[in-house]
Nanobody
Framework: QVQPVESGGGLVQAGGSLRLSCVAV????????MGWFRQAPGKEREFVAA????????SYADSVKGRFTISRDNTKNTVYLQMNSLQPEDTAVYYC?????????????????WGQGTQVTVSS
């Protein structure tokens, strides 16, 4: 079991960058797929990116490919989301989630544990 806790959100101008961090407290962090999702006002929560226990395997939503990078450090129980070239449409609450699986999924229902979220606001 893991409990994700996000940090690093904030206000940034369009074209800027932010790095989100998620510390997952638990004894078996390295055996979880870790994902980032986001939810904009009035919209459904959507997949952003995920990385499996083998840090070389990642997946991204088309909307963030080439701009966002997900990575993890199993020694620190931490997953990161580096967000570059941010646009106003990236404004959302960003959630970190853990899936006790070896296979990356973009489906919300596959993730067992969720953080409280961190707000990212991109001004134009």
């Amino acid at each position: 079991q893991v409990q994700p806790v996000e940090s690093g959100g904030g206000l940034v101008q369009a074209g800027g960058s932010l790095r989100l961090s998620c510390v997952a407290v638990g004894h078996t962090f390295s055996s979880y797929v870790m994902g980032w999702f986001r939810q904009a006002p009035g919209k459904e929560r959507e997949f952003v990116a995920a990385v499996n226990w083998n840090p070389g395997t990642t997946s991204y939503a088309d909307s963030v490919k080439g701009r966002f990078t997900i990575s993890r450090d199993n020694t620190k129980n931490t997953v990161y989301l580096q967000m570059n070239s941010l646009q106003p449409e990236d404004t959302a609450v960003y959630y970190c989630a853990a899936d006790h699986s070896y296979r990356i999924s973009a489906r919300l229902v596959d993730y067992d544990y969720w953080g409280q979220g961190t707000q990212v606001t991109v001004s134009s």
